[in-house]
């Protein structure tokens, strides 16, 4: 399991904050208010009872440098991990601090470094993901619809001599 994702409740709402971006206190109060939000249509009046099986998880790229959520900050065991003090349980996933590990595979997609992608790599990176999230069973069916439609539209715009390039295929005259 990714680094900061090992507790996972019945319900989890993540945000995500790239490197041009501050995980700051504006950014918890919008988690938050997303979480109230989404307590309160998955379960109407009783969304405190239903609130205590929702997680939230705060990715930051960069670690938080608000006064405000700084001062909320609290260190886990693992260094790229942090609690957020406050009404909710929110944990905040530092990624440029996650150590190089094979199972924080995702985070190495998101840290911000430009300089390690080469061009053409994002679509292998993409592809792996794609597979890992199968392998875990995790690929919504929709994706996986929206995936075989971009195909077939793909395929469509081809030329009709190229949509059978590099098959080995019989094709009867």
Not at 33 to 50: C, I, N, P, S, V
Not at 79 to 87: A, G, H, L, R, T
Not at 92 to 119: F, H, Q, S
Request: charged residues 30%; aromatic residues 8%.
């Amino acid at each position: 399991m990714l680094d900061g994702l090992q507790s996972l409740r019945d319900h989890n709402l993540i945000s995500y904050k790239s490197m041009n971006e501050a995980f700051d206190h504006h950014a918890l109060n919008e988690l938050i208010g997303h979480a109230m939000a989404y307590a309160k249509l998955q379960a109407g009046e009783d969304w405190r009872t239903f609130s205590e099986s929702l997680g939230l998880i705060a990715l930051s790229t960069r670690k938080p440098s608000s006064e405000v959520i700084s001062r909320l900050l609290h260190q886990t065991k693992d260094e790229d991990v942090y609690e957020i003090d406050c009404s909710w349980n929110v944990t905040c996933l530092v990624i440029n601090l996650a150590p190089p590990k094979d199972r924080n595979w995702l985070w190495e997609l998101l840290r911000g470094e430009r300089t390690r992608w080469k061009r053409g790599s994002i679509s292998a990176i993409l592809k792996t993901i794609e597979q890992r999230l199968k392998k875990m069973g995790t690929l919504d069916p929709e994706i996986e619809a929206f995936e075989t439609e971009i195909i077939e539209y793909w395929l469509r715009e081809l030329p009709p001599e190229k949509r059978f390039l590099g098959l080995d295929l019989e094709i009867p005259v």
